[in-house]
């Protein structure tokens, strides 16, 4: 009914998984479908390729209804221009690289089948390997194998389970390259599901974010990151500075927040009232290290104290964990997590920032992130 | 390959369906599975004709031919079974008795036990212990086993031996029971005692007519049957065929030819 | 040395594998991949001639074939013979006890081809058909030729069925089996010992072959 190009899809179900699921994906357009095991990600892939049962709601791909519970609409995969690429790549073990691809390619005069499945192998780096049957492949050219034969059908949508999670760390990063540098050849909307957040970094343009089956934001990557729209979001996103505050008061471009016995100020705009709880968090780009010799005096900094906890190393960057020190714990409320931010090794070594240390950092106002809290959380 | 099977099993079919079941069937009781060779082999030389025999205890036969096995005659083993077949007026006429059947005692040269006409040592071997098991045919089915059965009840065995006996579904099948080495003598038709004596020494003793009702072996002709079938019962009735009935152990009913 | 009972054993076996294995073939696939409701006991009904005494088989067999049922008096009345006592009855007898030696193999082997490789196979367009034809017969193949091979040994040595369906007719219903049988109680033992070496040596030979072209592709 839709006649716009892309993908749009609206899912729902009861039984077996739960399902509300909403978002469309442009053509050309790669969209991250991220959430932890168990939140629908495959069976929404399931349902777009033709492969689910039970669910209502519709499934519309340039102009053209897949799926379409209302009318009684239900096309066989066959029917649909879909690409699926399997988590376990689903090869035909008894033909070779050639024949797997070949068998996608029935639209085809028969004459023209091995050459256009030749070409596909070529297009992903495995010429010279078109006789070899899938048992004598390793782990990245069987996902290869299997992502040309999902392209031989020129497929409106393609759609890749968990692609690289079969793999090790190095194949995976390749692969990762290799497939940022052919969609955007390819021109077709993907959905690419994954749980590794740096996968969904690197390649969507936007990024999906599922728990318990419920779409609970969509959006660009980044941006998600930034400024996630609850917390369970920032939870599901890894974001590690999350807390629960009062809200204090509110002005022009400004929200005043209660937080550890300190009033903290955002830049955000939230709707709650005075005395309400609120969510809020920020990214650890957000906060920064006061200098020992030249403490920050800026605005809208916020500044606060603290006694690192701990200290990690990852290479050239350290991650600091801070435990701030509590002016007015509430009785009520447990104590909060620490703060984590990241700092060059030199930097943290110029300031003396150790384990044990007592050091002030500010949280900048408009990295701080306010969100309405999840009743029932 | 499957191709090549369906093919190959599709022309034995029609050779099949041409070949063998134009010749006519005969039943016969297990008692005459050596005479009646002999006698359609005889039959065929003089140019009677083709004729096909399957063997079995009459009873089963009987059995059979009420569910419409393609019999064209039966020659029974005793007179019941064709008696029957004239009441429900399945045979044309009410049979013909074409041989007079002798119980035998047999068994292996080997055996502890010895043979006599009134079963005594079979007697003697079932109190000192030499007698352990004893075949004879399935009473319910077999005349043979019927008259074993009445036999060893007039001569005072019935009770003693029971418990030993060794049932064979028909007399043929008995007549291996005797022999073999896990029973130590049976009674068998007496048809059948050339036929055993070919695989070993045997020891054998005809028992008195006097103990059993008599085997009026009868046999009866089904209506419409080809008609090599009644000319073969008329060369069964015949001297020729009579002596050679004799020959494998049958009292003939009618005048047999000399040698 | 009896070959019309050496070429009756052939043919009803040849028969049976030609007749039994298709029907049984698309019973296998159902059961392996579709879950309706009294699928258990459809399977249970499927594997009964591995469990029942032949005489139990043969007897129902009568029942349902013999000249009082309603499928022999139609069967007489169109061709004037009786199912029982013939070779027609012995290959409808031999299609029912062989049903499990038939479809449990093929059933294993079709639940061993992992469900994702029909869906890959769907998504890549091809037809339900195709996905039968291409992938799945393929990959489940060492299970339709073991199928094969059990049907055909079983049959040449099937014995009480045969006997109380067929009866003992020279010529239409008198297997191999039966003739070795028949030898036996006719103190013929040379010549059922003749007779039995040939049928080893068959039955050796024909699931030797098939083991031997048929087994292992596609793994």
Redesign the interface.
Known sequence: MSSTLGLDVRLHQTLPVPLNARFSCAPGELMALVGPSGSGKTTILRAIAGLGRGQTGHVHCDGVDWFDSDAGINLAPQARRAGLVFQDYALFPHLNATQNIAQALGHLPRADRVARARSLLKSVHLAGLEHRRPADLSGGQAQRVALARALARDPAVLLLDEPFSAVDQITRRRLRRELATLRHRLGCATILVTHDLDEALELADRMVVLHRGETLQTGVPAEMLRKPANAIVARLLDQRNLFTAVVAGHEPGLTWIDWAGRRLQSTGRIDLPIGDWVDWMIPAAGVLLHRRDRPSRGERENPVQGRVSKVVSLGETLWITLRVDQTDPSPRRPLEHPLTFSLPEHVARRNDVEVGSSITVSLLADSLHLMTPVTGR | ??LM??A??LG??T??LS???N?P?VAAA?SL??AMQALVDEFRQSGGGRL?????ASGNLYR?L?????FQALFSADESYIDRLAADGVIEDSGQIYALGRLALVMSHRSPVTADPRLMDVSAALDDGRLKRFAIANPVHAPYGQRAREALENLGLWNRIEPRLVVGE?V??T??FALNGATQGGLVASSLLL??A??GTIKSALIPQSEYTPLRQKAGLLAGADPAVPAFLAFVLSPRGQSILERYGFDPVRPSAAG | MDWIALRLSLQLSLLTCVLLIPPALWIARRFAWHRFRGRGLAEAVVALPLVLPPTVLGYYLLVALGGESSLGQWYQSLTGNTLVFSFEGLVLASLLFNLPFAVQPMQRAFEGVPVNLREAAWCSGLSNWETFWRIELPLAWPGVVGAIALVFAHTLGEFGVVLMVGGNIPGETRTTAIAIYDQVQSFDIRGAGIMSLVLLGISISAMALVFMTGGRRGQ
């Open positions: 390959m499957m099977a369906a190959v099993g034995f079919e050779c099949r070949a063998d079941t010749t069937l297990a599975r050596d096909n025999l399957a063997f079995g059979q009420r569910q419409g096995a393609p028909n043929a099948q007549a291996q036929a055993m070919r695989q």
